[in-house]
């Protein structure tokens, strides 16, 4: 089976920075397309940002000017940097790791943007 771990979330104030962190294990091979979904209550989960093993990136248009998805294949590793945060992007934000009919899905880590 396969694992992914986040870490990076918080509480922050608008305008504010986050980095996401995220790290893959077990059968998550490098070739996997890796990503950042996120959910706000009361709303389904949406893509924010993925990457595929050959770097071709796509994003969620909210977030396309203010995030940025990079990946680490030597450490199995997804970050998201996010810039300027709003508080419409507080949300429980999750790692993705898909290739084929193989997806994984890290357990989540919460960012809240409020003054």
């Known amino acids: 089976q396969g694992q992914l771990v986040e870490s990076g979330g918080g509480l922050v104030q608008p305008g504010g920075s986050l980095r996401l962190s995220c790290v893959a294990s077990?059968?998550?091979?490098?070739?996997?397309?890796m990503g950042w979904y996120r959910q706000a209550p009361g709303k389904p989960r949406e893509l924010v940002a993925t990457?595929?093993?050959?770097?071709?990136?796509n994003y969620e248009e909210s977030v396309r000017a203010r995030f940025t998805i990079s990946r680490d294949n030597t450490k199995m590793s997804v970050y998201l940097q996010m810039n300027n945060l709003k508080p419409e992007d507080t949300a429980v934000y999750y790692c993705?790791?898909?290739?084929?009919?193989?997806?994984?899905w890290g357990q989540g880590t919460q960012v809240t943007v409020s003054s």
């Open positions: 993705n790791a898909r290739w084929l009919d193989s997806e994984y």
């Open positions: 077990g059968t998550i091979a490098k070739f996997y397309t």
């Open positions: 990457m595929t093993i050959r770097n071709n990136t």
